[in-house]
């Protein structure tokens, strides 16, 4: 039982409406609502909630990167989303990242699951092999989990002259995908890969690209408001 005195329905409905920050303490309560909290149905309710109701006493965070001529990693900082007021500093690079990472971008954020990626300093001058000039990380600041994603093997002379990465989920089947668009010059074509965190594997997909636009956009994480498990 979740308690002596209340139905679990009503506990789970009750839980369910609370910021992630109180579900993070209640975890330690009981084995009962430890594994309650990290149900996916209750994590999918969770995130379903209301989001007006959410945000009454708890507004969205924007997550901004910073980097100085004298640092070579750059740092993360949290700020409210209607003034930009600083919240505090918060740490989105990976302990498994290796040293020769720089730099580490923030790509985005989906249902408080955080992606970035560590792009290597000498990935196309004889620097580290092909498959690992990217090291790609998804992080939950909420329970502090990370994972880092599979490495591809790459050919030898594997250098595309440009790059992007998108994060998000797919509705359809409630999974995270991380999606990487690459251009090479020579010969002239383009390359997308898909991850899935459900099989935790790359996919290579059909892109029949003419052309492509690398736009970089803005985004607008809500972690402390939502969490999900990285499984």
């Known amino acids: 039982m979740l308690s002596r005195h209340l139905p679990e329905e009503m506990v789970t409905e009750i839980l369910s409406r609370l910021p992630v920050k109180s579900l993070m303490r209640f975890r330690s309560v009981s084995k009962a609502w430890y594994a309650l909290i990290r149900n996916p149905h209750f994590i999918t309710k969770h995130h379903t909630f209301p989001i007006s109701d959410h945000n009454r006493n708890h507004s969205r965070r924007v997550i901004l990167e910073r980097y100085r001529a004298t640092i070579d990693t750059p740092r993360f900082s949290m700020h409210s989303n209607d003034t ?43 620097g580290p092999e092909p498959d690992r000039a990217w090291e790609i990380g998804l992080l939950n600041p909420a329970t502090r989990e990370s994972k880092r994603l599979p490495f591809v093997p790459r050919p030898p002379d594997f250098c595309p002259t440009l790059f992007n990465f998108v994060f998000g989920i797919d509705l359809n089947t409630n999974d995270f995908k991380v999606v990487k668009i690459m251009y090479f010059d020579s010969p002239r074509h383009y390359q997308v890969e898909v991850y899935n965190l459900t099989t935790d594997s790359w996919r290579v997909i059909d892109a029949s690209l003419n052309s492509a636009y690398f736009i970089a956009t803005p985004y607008y994480p809500s972690y402390l408001n939502y969490y999900r498990l990285i499984k």
């Open 84 to 126: 930009l007021e600083f919240s505090g500093d918060i740490n989105l690079i990976p302990q498994f990242f290796s040293e020769d990472i720089n730099p580490v971008v923030f790509v985005g954020s989906c249902n408080g699951i955080v992606c970035v990626v560590g792009i290597s300093s000498d990935r196309c001058h004889g």
